[in-house]
């Protein structure tokens, strides 16, 4: 797998509560390859950001891809990954450190930001996975 296309999202309800991660990756000829969903727990939605970044590097690097283009609905992450803020909150430091060196094992990597509306599914996942932490709770606790 030379070449990903990864759309990411990460979702927080109370910002901080309960959190979760969308990311899909599709290959170069436009066809989705995998999606991921998962319950992150309770944070804040910029660490729930990082941490969807994160999570697609590091698949995309296990799926031997060294070229990745990422996209994602969180201006604030991409203006700092791409060095235009600083990362100033002591939480989002560690996870941004964490992205920069995964970055350095890629071939290229691009990172842009896009309206929410173009990162549908990725947000869906997200709020997937959130949804299913919950249902799960209601059933342990019922």
Known sequence: MSKLTVYTDGASR???GSAGIGIV?????????KEINDYIGETTNNIAEYTALVTALREALEMQCDEIEVFSDSELMVKQINKEYQVKNAGLKPLYEEVCSLINEFKNFTIRHIRREYNKRADELANQGIDEAIDEEDIEFD
């Open 14 to 16: 109370g910002n901080p």
């Open 25 to 33: 990756f599709v290959d170069e000829n436009n066809n989705v390859i």
